[in-house]
């Protein structure tokens, strides 16, 4: 009788954890070292919302990828190295992985775990921030500056005015005014915009906005003087509606003014009121709620009450629409890595850095996913962790940013030029042997 | 000439925009000897609830947005507030700490800045505001028509009510019961305690005008620049103007801003070409150091003699 009990027993047990291994549902993590307080908090909170709730769509409208579902925790940085570092540590070995991607959207931060994450074997993704120089994935395999960099962009620019002039050619003789936040990220651009005006014969003069740019008057009266026929607004925060302001109190024509990525947010027109009409930003996103991908957000995350935002006015805006670049740029790197490492399997960071190398988002993949126009198609490889390099330009009309341009290139042969030579300079100084790419699977 | 004319207006008008947070910061170390770290988060509190207002009274009650009833109304619920923070850090902060050295106090207020800048974002979220006073930041037509030089009517306006704003403080300071009695607690808080003056109810009403004068730099700073965490910035440039106007004169404090803000714009303009620019950040500290080794007391603060 005992016995009869014993194995009645057992086999229940035995039935039961074959049922719980048979629904065990796989899992992929990823941390999010996220900036919801402190100075920078209305972009962080737009950026990681979005991002999140296009994680959330994927769970909630396809059960994940190939069935593997996305878990994630938020760890607050403030923006902060010391907090970004110490994120990047309590995430790391979270999930039944490891943390799959690290993605500080901050340069300061980035340069404190470059190391650490090759080492922990975690690929760093820094879109729209972080090391130009990392695009040369032969001496950076685990850094990703993805769809573009800051010489891209700077050259990009270069190229929108000088179409806007009628053609490069016009540009000579042009005067060009650089304003730019005085901090390594706004010197970033000093050395290919030198090249460009000694290429097409513009001169260029730089004047720096000492952080954090809530005083501009000096500046402006100085370009006021200058008369330049464009100024490049390479600015951060409120440097940017300071800036806008400042050039309608001298009256300088908005339209003649183009801003950078982190210019060209509606955190950086709104503030500045009417001042803001007329200026142009550059994008490697675009803003707007009309993409299919932010209307399956709506429907399939919104409308389950799942949402990320708090203020759903935001949805749509151009930090929100970045999140959600970051988020779908990171799922296609796992899809992607899955069909190598196997569908349906939770895979180590190591194995999505391949799905990173290898991820292709052509235009067909780009309208599968309802992103078409939303962000550039993109191929990366072994050695171009960069991308197609272009960037779209937007303009302020007074309430919203509307897109005026399609997607611009840069002088790719010089910028790539210029990568490779810091890249390969960064190598010898600490004794790195780039990787042989034909060699790579 | 004309451009040096400019850029010297240009600065002095800056400069009272500078005078007007340190006026906060005077206030608060005038009447308690405490130098208020948290000034800076104060001022962006204060406008934040100002903007914060200014969009709940007509999405919850109905009132027409833009109106002067939602601007007033929000002003005064926002100053409301301002009050209470005053109150409630004289109850949770400088209460317990009463006859404590002043680095305690000091050190009280650098807690009570993180606690009022999360707060502000706890409360009202982290969205960046626009907010519009209703004067335009544009120069006045006949001074550019005629000479040439771009004078902005927002920045004369700010001139306009920091002067008021002086002359309010300085009429408190002098002519009142409370005034006297302010400047009695600032000597000494026992000996002040000793004849019968109410040190907690002089601390709630020094903060709750502190949070009034942060109010006004903050709606002033915000309609310039937007109302966002940046306007805790302000504080840093407040602290040069305090160093040469002295930390315990009202008028110290506009005299220092005059000077810091000429001069710092000056320095970009004619110095800043020759190393590379942007040294409107720390200049103004450099010029308060040297100073502070011909005048630690500031022009016009009170000068210390210990009996030794």
Redesign the interface.
């Known amino acids: 009788m005992k016995l009869k009990h014993s194995a009645l027993l057992g086999t229940a047990l035995a039935g039961l954890l074959a049922s719980s291994i048979a629904g065990a549902v796989e899992e992929q993590f990823i941390g999010l070292p996220s900036y919801r307080v402190g100075p920078y908090a209305a972009g962080g909170s737009g950026v990681f919302g979005g991002w999140i709730d296009y994680m959330q769509l994927i769970n909630e409208r396809d059960g994940g990828i190939n069935g593997v579902r996305l878990t994630w925790e938020e760890c607050e940085t403030e923006y902060n190295n010391a907090r970004g570092v110490e994120c990047y540590e309590r995430l790391k070995k979270k999930g039944s992985t490891g943390n799959t991607v690290f993605q500080p959207v901050s340069t300061g931060i980035t340069y404190s775990v470059l190391d650490k994450a090759a080492q922990d074997k975690i690929p760093v993704v820094t879109i729209g921030y972080g090391r130009t120089d990392a695009a040369d994935g032969r001496v950076f395999p685990w850094v990703f500056p993805l769809i573009t960099t800051y010489w891209s962009q700077a050259s990009a620019i270069v190229n929108f005015i000088g179409a806007k002039e009628g053609g490069m050619d016009k540009l000579k003789g042009k005067k060009i005014g650089l304003l730019y936040h005085d901090s390594a990220y706004g010197k970033e651009s000093h050395a290919i915009l030198d090249k460009l005006a000694a290429k097409h014969g513009f001169e260029l003069t730089k004047i720096a906005v000492a952080h954090p740019g809530n005083e501009q008057q000096s500046q402006w009266l100085q370009l006021r003087q200058l008369k330049p026929d464009y100024v490049i607004l390479w600015g951060w925060g409120v440097m940017n509606p300071t800036a806008l302001k400042a050039a309608a109190k001298v009256g300088y024509p908005r339209e003649k003014m183009v801003g950078v990525w982190w210019s060209g947010a509606e955190e950086d027109t709104v503030p500045a009121g009417p001042a803001a009409k007329g200026f142009t930003a550059a994008g490697f996103n675009v803003a707007g709620a009309n993409y299919p991908v932010v209307a399956d957000i709506k429907k399939f995350v919104y409308g389950k009450g799942k949402g990320n935002m708090e203020d759903k006015a935001r949805i749509g805006s151009v930090y929100y629409n970045r999140g959600v670049v970051h988020g779908l740029i990171t799922v296609e790197a796992i899809r992607k890595a899955q069909e190598k490492y196997g569908k349906g399997k939770a895979l180590t960071g190591e194995q999505v850095r391949w799905g990173f190398e290898n991820l292709n988002l052509d235009e067909a993949r780009l309208r599968a996913l309802g992103a078409t126009g939303f962000l550039p198609p993109l191929k990366i490889s072994c050695a171009d962790h960069e991308g197609p390099g272009v960037v779209k330009f937007q303009q302020w009309d007074g309430n919203q940013w509307k897109v005026i341009s399609d997607w611009v290139e840069s002088d790719r042969p010089l910028v790539r030029g210029m990568i490779e030579e810091s890249a390969a300079a960064y190598a010898k100084e600490k004794g790195i042997k780039p990787r042989d790419c034909s060699k790579e699977g | 000439m004309q451009?040096f004319i400019?850029?010297l207006i240009?600065?002095l008008l800056?400069g009272v925009m500078y005078a007007l947070v340190a006026l906060g910061f005077v206030l608060i170390y005038k009447a308690s000897g405490v130098f208020n770290f948290a000034q800076g988060a104060m001022v962006f509190f204060a406008a934040l609830s100002f903007v914060g207002f200014q969009e709940v009274l007509p999405a919850r009650f109905g009132m027409e947005a833009g109106s002067a009833a939602v601007f007033w109304l929000s002003f005064l619920l926002a100053f409301a507030t301002m009050v209470v923070l005053g109150i409630a850090t004289e109850r949770i902060v400088l209460r317990p700490l009463v006859n404590q050295p002043p680095i305690t106090l000091f050190m009280a207020t650098i807690g009570l800045t993180y606690v009022v800048?999360?707060l502000a974002?706890m409360t009202w979220?982290?969205?960046?505001?626009?907010?519009?006073l209703g004067i335009m930041?544009?120069?006045i037509g006949w001074l550019m028509d005629d000479y040439g030089i771009?004078v902005?009517k927002f920045d004369l306006f700010a001139a306009g009510v920091a002067a008021s704003l002086v002359a309010l403080l300085a009429a408190l300071f002098q002519y009142t019961k409370v005034g006297r009695a302010l400047r009695a607690v600032a000597d000494d808080h026992q000996a002040a305690l000793s004849i019968g003056i109410p040190l907690q109810t002089i601390w709630r009403v020094v903060w709750a005008v502190a949070g009034f004068v942060a109010l006004v730099a903050g709606m002033i700073?915000g309609a310039?620049?937007?109302?966002?965490?940046?306007l805790?910035?302000?504080a840093l440039?407040a602290l040069p103007v305090l160093i040469l106007g002295g930390f315990t004169s009202v008028p110290g404090a506009i005299v220092g801003g005059l000077i810091i803000g000429a001069s710092?714009?000056l320095a970009?303009?004619y110095v800043?070409p020759l190393v590379?620019?942007?040294?409107?950040?720390?200049f103004p500290y450099m010029l308060a150091l040297a100073f502070l080794l011909v005048r630690p007391e500031g022009l016009f603060g009170e000068r210390h003699i210990d009996r030794v």
Not at chain 2, 224 to 230: E, I, L, T
Not at chain 2, 276 to 282: F, V
């Open positions: 451009f400019e850029v240009g600065g800056s800048e999360g974002q979220g982290a969205n960046v505001r626009g907010l519009e930041d544009e120069p771009g902005s700073w310039r620049n937007g109302v966002q965490f940046a805790t910035f302000t440039k710092e714009k970009e303009v800043g590379g620019g942007g040294i409107e950040g720390w």
